[in-house]
T-cell receptor, first 114, second 112 residues
Framework: AQSVTQLDSQVPVFEEAPVELRCNYS??????LFWYVQYPNQGLQLLLK??????LVKGINGFEAEFNKSQTSFHLRKPSVHISDTAEYFC????????????FGQGTTLQVKP | DAGVIQSPRHEVTEMGQEVTLRCKPI?????LFWYRQTMMRGLELLIY????????DSGMPEDRFSAKMPNASFSTLKIQPSEPRDSAVYFC??????????FGPGTRLLVL
Protein backbone atom coordinates (compact mmCIF):
# COMPACT_ATOMS: atom_id res chain seq x y z
CA ALA A 1 0.00 0.00 0.00
CA GLN A 2 1.11 3.53 -0.60
CA SER A 3 2.44 5.54 2.29
CA VAL A 4 4.09 8.84 3.07
CA THR A 5 6.55 9.21 5.91
CA GLN A 6 7.57 12.53 7.29
CA LEU A 7 10.62 11.70 9.31
CA ASP A 8 10.43 14.55 11.81
CA SER A 9 7.35 15.48 13.77
CA GLN A 10 8.89 18.75 14.96
CA VAL A 11 11.75 20.82 13.61
CA PRO A 12 12.94 23.75 15.72
CA VAL A 13 15.18 26.24 13.94
CA PHE A 14 16.41 29.76 14.49
CA GLU A 15 15.32 32.62 12.27
CA GLU A 16 17.43 33.06 9.11
CA ALA A 17 18.83 29.54 9.38
CA PRO A 18 18.30 26.99 6.59
CA VAL A 19 15.80 24.19 7.05
CA GLU A 20 15.00 20.85 5.46
CA LEU A 21 11.80 18.94 6.10
CA ARG A 22 12.08 15.34 5.06
CA CYS A 23 9.53 13.27 3.21
CA ASN A 24 9.75 9.73 1.89
CA TYR A 25 7.05 7.87 0.02
CA SER A 26 6.38 4.39 -1.19
CA UNK A 27 4.74 3.70 -4.52
CA UNK A 28 5.12 1.20 -7.32
CA UNK A 29 4.14 3.66 -10.04
CA UNK A 30 4.89 7.21 -11.04
CA UNK A 31 3.14 9.64 -8.76
CA UNK A 32 2.57 13.30 -8.23
CA LEU A 33 4.04 14.84 -5.07
CA PHE A 34 2.88 17.83 -3.06
CA TRP A 35 3.82 19.93 -0.09
CA TYR A 36 1.09 21.79 1.76
CA VAL A 37 1.43 24.28 4.62
CA GLN A 38 -1.09 24.85 7.40
CA TYR A 39 -0.84 28.02 9.42
CA PRO A 40 -2.51 28.03 12.86
CA ASN A 41 -6.30 27.84 12.66
CA GLN A 42 -6.30 27.79 8.87
CA GLY A 43 -6.81 25.28 6.09
CA LEU A 44 -4.05 23.69 4.06
CA GLN A 45 -2.41 25.75 1.33
CA LEU A 46 -0.35 24.38 -1.54
CA LEU A 47 3.35 25.24 -1.32
CA LEU A 48 4.55 23.37 -4.38
CA LYS A 49 4.04 20.27 -6.45
CA UNK A 50 5.96 17.90 -8.65
CA UNK A 51 4.16 16.44 -11.64
CA UNK A 52 6.96 15.78 -14.11
CA UNK A 53 10.02 17.40 -15.66
CA UNK A 54 12.70 19.11 -13.60
CA UNK A 55 13.26 17.39 -10.29
CA LEU A 56 13.84 20.70 -8.50
CA VAL A 57 10.55 22.41 -7.87
CA LYS A 58 10.19 25.96 -6.62
CA GLY A 59 7.17 27.04 -4.65
CA ILE A 60 5.79 30.01 -2.81
CA ASN A 61 7.48 31.84 0.06
CA GLY A 62 10.98 30.82 -1.04
CA PHE A 63 10.50 27.09 -0.54
CA GLU A 64 11.76 24.45 -2.93
CA ALA A 65 11.76 20.67 -3.02
CA GLU A 66 13.74 18.07 -4.87
CA PHE A 67 12.24 14.89 -6.22
CA ASN A 68 14.61 11.94 -5.92
CA LYS A 69 13.15 8.87 -7.56
CA SER A 70 15.91 6.47 -6.55
CA GLN A 71 15.54 7.43 -2.90
CA THR A 72 11.77 7.93 -3.14
CA SER A 73 12.14 11.24 -1.39
CA PHE A 74 10.71 14.71 -1.80
CA HIS A 75 12.42 16.86 0.82
CA LEU A 76 11.39 20.47 1.34
CA ARG A 77 14.03 23.16 1.82
CA LYS A 78 14.35 26.85 2.48
CA PRO A 79 17.73 28.61 2.70
CA SER A 80 16.64 31.17 5.30
CA VAL A 81 13.48 30.90 7.37
CA HIS A 82 11.37 33.64 8.92
CA ILE A 83 9.25 33.68 12.03
CA SER A 84 6.23 33.71 9.74
CA ASP A 85 7.19 30.27 8.40
CA THR A 86 6.15 28.73 11.71
CA ALA A 87 3.44 26.28 10.68
CA GLU A 88 2.70 22.64 10.04
CA TYR A 89 3.89 21.17 6.76
CA PHE A 90 2.34 18.17 5.05
CA CYS A 91 3.84 16.04 2.32
CA UNK A 92 1.37 14.20 0.07
CA UNK A 93 1.46 11.76 -2.81
CA UNK A 94 -1.22 11.08 -5.37
CA UNK A 95 -3.04 7.80 -5.16
CA UNK A 96 -1.66 5.06 -7.42
CA UNK A 97 -5.06 4.46 -8.93
CA UNK A 98 -4.98 8.02 -10.23
CA UNK A 99 -8.34 8.85 -8.76
CA UNK A 100 -7.32 12.22 -7.43
CA UNK A 101 -6.98 11.05 -3.86
CA UNK A 102 -3.95 12.24 -1.93
CA UNK A 103 -2.12 10.25 0.69
CA PHE A 104 -0.87 12.66 3.37
CA GLY A 105 2.01 12.29 5.78
CA GLN A 106 1.54 12.95 9.46
CA GLY A 107 2.91 16.46 9.23
CA THR A 108 6.00 18.28 10.48
CA THR A 109 5.72 21.25 12.78
CA LEU A 110 8.30 23.88 11.91
CA GLN A 111 9.05 26.14 14.88
CA VAL A 112 11.10 29.20 13.96
CA LYS A 113 12.67 30.88 16.96
CA PRO A 114 13.92 34.48 17.07
CA ASP B 1 -12.79 33.31 -6.86
CA ALA B 2 -13.74 33.09 -3.18
CA GLY B 3 -12.13 29.72 -2.76
CA VAL B 4 -13.72 26.79 -1.00
CA ILE B 5 -16.35 27.99 1.44
CA GLN B 6 -17.27 26.07 4.56
CA SER B 7 -19.94 26.76 7.14
CA PRO B 8 -20.21 27.04 9.99
CA ARG B 9 -16.64 27.88 10.97
CA HIS B 10 -17.24 26.79 14.53
CA GLU B 11 -19.86 24.47 15.97
CA VAL B 12 -20.45 23.52 19.57
CA THR B 13 -23.11 20.94 20.25
CA GLU B 14 -24.14 18.38 22.79
CA MET B 15 -23.70 14.67 22.49
CA GLY B 16 -26.59 13.08 20.63
CA GLN B 17 -27.40 16.10 18.51
CA GLU B 18 -27.31 16.14 14.73
CA VAL B 19 -24.53 18.17 13.13
CA THR B 20 -24.48 19.31 9.51
CA LEU B 21 -21.36 20.75 7.92
CA ARG B 22 -21.57 22.52 4.60
CA CYS B 23 -19.19 23.06 1.74
CA LYS B 24 -19.26 25.06 -1.45
CA PRO B 25 -16.42 24.02 -3.79
CA ILE B 26 -14.60 26.28 -6.21
CA UNK B 27 -16.72 26.83 -9.28
CA UNK B 28 -15.80 24.40 -12.05
CA UNK B 29 -14.07 21.89 -9.81
CA UNK B 30 -15.66 18.48 -10.10
CA UNK B 31 -13.84 16.61 -7.36
CA LEU B 32 -14.72 17.25 -3.72
CA PHE B 33 -13.10 15.81 -0.62
CA TRP B 34 -14.03 15.75 3.07
CA TYR B 35 -11.22 15.41 5.62
CA ARG B 36 -11.07 15.25 9.38
CA GLN B 37 -8.07 16.47 11.38
CA THR B 38 -7.32 15.55 14.97
CA MET B 39 -4.18 15.62 17.06
CA MET B 40 -4.25 11.87 17.52
CA ARG B 41 -4.96 10.74 13.98
CA GLY B 42 -3.74 13.63 11.87
CA LEU B 43 -5.46 14.35 8.56
CA GLU B 44 -7.87 11.64 7.43
CA LEU B 45 -9.80 11.45 4.17
CA LEU B 46 -13.42 10.63 4.95
CA ILE B 47 -15.04 10.58 1.52
CA TYR B 48 -14.64 12.05 -1.91
CA UNK B 49 -16.89 12.75 -4.86
CA UNK B 50 -16.28 13.03 -8.59
CA UNK B 51 -19.00 14.76 -10.59
CA UNK B 52 -21.29 14.65 -7.53
CA UNK B 53 -20.97 10.87 -7.21
CA UNK B 54 -19.36 9.35 -4.10
CA UNK B 55 -16.32 7.41 -5.25
CA UNK B 56 -14.71 6.24 -2.03
CA ASP B 57 -16.28 6.44 1.42
CA SER B 58 -13.98 3.94 3.06
CA GLY B 59 -12.74 6.62 5.43
CA MET B 60 -16.14 7.35 6.91
CA PRO B 61 -15.82 6.20 10.52
CA GLU B 62 -19.23 4.61 10.96
CA ASP B 63 -22.87 4.80 10.03
CA ARG B 64 -23.36 7.92 12.07
CA PHE B 65 -21.54 9.81 9.31
CA SER B 66 -23.11 10.53 5.95
CA ALA B 67 -22.23 12.85 3.09
CA LYS B 68 -24.15 14.11 0.10
CA MET B 69 -23.46 16.20 -2.94
CA PRO B 70 -26.82 17.09 -4.49
CA ASN B 71 -25.23 19.35 -7.10
CA ALA B 72 -21.86 20.59 -8.28
CA SER B 73 -21.82 23.57 -5.96
CA PHE B 74 -22.84 22.11 -2.62
CA SER B 75 -22.00 19.24 -0.31
CA THR B 76 -22.91 18.32 3.25
CA LEU B 77 -21.36 16.10 5.87
CA LYS B 78 -23.79 15.00 8.55
CA ILE B 79 -23.14 13.37 11.90
CA GLN B 80 -26.15 11.85 13.63
CA PRO B 81 -25.98 11.33 16.54
CA SER B 82 -22.80 13.19 17.41
CA GLU B 83 -20.37 11.97 20.06
CA PRO B 84 -17.53 13.71 21.91
CA ARG B 85 -14.96 11.69 19.94
CA ASP B 86 -16.21 13.38 16.78
CA SER B 87 -14.67 16.63 17.98
CA ALA B 88 -12.19 17.68 15.29
CA VAL B 89 -11.60 20.12 12.49
CA TYR B 90 -13.39 19.09 9.32
CA PHE B 91 -12.02 20.30 6.00
CA CYS B 92 -13.54 20.33 2.59
CA UNK B 93 -11.32 20.50 -0.49
CA UNK B 94 -12.06 20.66 -4.19
CA UNK B 95 -10.10 20.19 -7.39
CA UNK B 96 -10.18 19.43 -11.06
CA UNK B 97 -9.65 15.68 -11.54
CA UNK B 98 -6.15 14.68 -10.46
CA UNK B 99 -5.13 18.28 -9.97
CA UNK B 100 -4.18 20.35 -6.94
CA UNK B 101 -6.68 20.20 -4.08
CA UNK B 102 -7.76 23.54 -2.65
CA PHE B 103 -8.82 23.46 0.98
CA GLY B 104 -11.46 25.44 2.77
CA PRO B 105 -10.82 27.09 6.15
CA GLY B 106 -12.37 24.21 8.04
CA THR B 107 -15.16 23.76 10.56
CA ARG B 108 -14.04 23.35 14.16
CA LEU B 109 -16.50 20.98 15.83
CA LEU B 110 -16.75 20.47 19.56
CA VAL B 111 -19.17 17.88 20.88
CA LEU B 112 -19.78 18.15 24.60
Amino acid sequence: AQSVTQLDSQVPVFEEAPVELRCNYSSSVSVYLFWYVQYPNQGLQLLLKYLSGSTLVKGINGFEAEFNKSQTSFHLRKPSVHISDTAEYFCAVSDESNTGKLIFGQGTTLQVKP
Amino acid sequence: DAGVIQSPRHEVTEMGQEVTLRCKPISGHNSLFWYRQTMMRGLELLIYFNNNVPIDDSGMPEDRFSAKMPNASFSTLKIQPSEPRDSAVYFCASSFPQETQYFGPGTRLLVL
